[in-house]
């Protein structure tokens, strides 16, 4: 496997659903390859946070985020 393809295969393997020889290859090559590993852990670790922060739908917005921001999201949001 080829960090190109690893990239290509970062969402199947956070959600387990790659095959038994895709896993073993994604792995082998997250054992060599530093780079792909810690672009691995940063995925992930992405993943968690917009994961934790769509929880809760309804929580209120944390006062340090600029209301510029704010205000941006919600017009760009589809009705």
């Known amino acids: 496997m080829t960090c190109r393809?690893?990239?290509?295969?970062?969402s199947d393997y956070l959600s387990s659903d790659?095959?038994?020889?895709?896993?073993e290859a994604f792995e082998?090559?997250?054992?060599?390859?530093v780079?792909?590993?810690r672009y691995l852990?940063?995925?992930a670790a992405t993943v968690g946070l917009v994961r934790e922060?769509?929880?809760?739908p309804e929580a209120p917005v944390p006062t340090e985020v600029p209301e510029e921001l704010v205000e941006a999201i919600l017009t760009a949001?589809?009705?």
Request: with cysteine; glycine share 6%.
């Open 18 to 23: 790659l095959s038994g020889v895709e896993k």
């Open 77 to 79: 949001r589809p009705r």
């Open 41 to 43: 852990e940063g995925f």
């Open 53 to 56: 922060a769509f929880c809760d």
């Open 5 to 10: 393809e690893l990239v290509e295969f970062l």
């Open 28 to 33: 082998d090559h997250i054992r060599d390859c």
């Open 35 to 37: 780079a792909c590993a």
